[in-house]
């Protein structure tokens, strides 16, 4: 391969387009990652509070909650209790599942690696500390990592082309004839006017 400087450019824009990919990885999955680990966390949290007071404070728990709530029979304070460590465990182990299965935690943790390993491959290449064909072999090596990661969309065609705007005539003055088309007509020369004869000189006295 010849190193040259268009081959160089070509090779530098490669890199700031697989750099954009990168980041819009980033942008769209990482804040989905985050939310679903803080639902994660605040369910197994619910879990355990529902499951913790009649633990430790067993039947005088039980029946504080249930002179609270104004109900006739404890075991309404076991059945609520129980759903409800039920239905925040059973949705924490859905999220969990969901994270291992796309295993988005280890994907963003590559994207993020890819990224700054082609930052650093861009800085070498630009100021030349890097051959192109030892830039293009790194270049392949880092984004074979992230294949998980999509290809932006080209938009189709070039810019568009503006057309040029059309040329307006000059109004003509007012009351004057028009042609054929709505041009102005042309004026008829003006009559040359004789210059009257410059006096003459007065005789002597």
Same mark, same amino acid.
């Given at each position: 391969m010849v190193d040259d400087d268009s081959v160089r450019a070509d090779l530098l824009q490669r890199?700031?387009?697989r750099r954009a990919e990168m980041q819009a990885y980033l942008q769209q999955n990482r804040p989905r990652v985050r939310h679903r680990a803080t639902i994660t966390v605040v369910l197994t949290t619910l879990a355990a509070v529902s499951t /913790?007071?009649?633990a430790v404070g067993g039947e005088s728990f039980v029946g504080g909650v249930e002179r609270a709530l104004g109900l006739s029979n404890d075991s309404y304070v076991w059945r609520t209790l129980c759903l409800? /460590?039920?239905v925040v465990s059973v949705s924490a182990a859905i999220l969990t599942n969901l994270n291992k299965s796309e295993d988005q935690v280890s994907r963003l943790a590559t994207a993020e690696a890819v990224d700054s390993e082609l930052e650093g491959l861009s800085l070498l290449v630009e100021f030349g500390q890097l051959g192109v064909e030892d830039a293009v072999k790194l270049y392949q090596q880092y984004t074979a990592k992230a294949t998980f990661v999509p290809d932006l969309p080209v938009p189709v065609g070039g810019p568009a082309t503006v057309a040029a705007p059309a040329t307006v005539a000059a109004p003509s003055p007012v009351g004057a004839p028009r042609r054929p088309g709505g041009l102005p007509a042309v004026p008829p020369p003006r009559p040359r006017t004789r210059?009257?004869?410059p006096p003459?000189?007065?005789p002597p006295r």
């Open positions: 890199i700031e387009s /913790a007071g009649p409800l /460590a039920m210059k009257p004869p003459s000189p007065r």
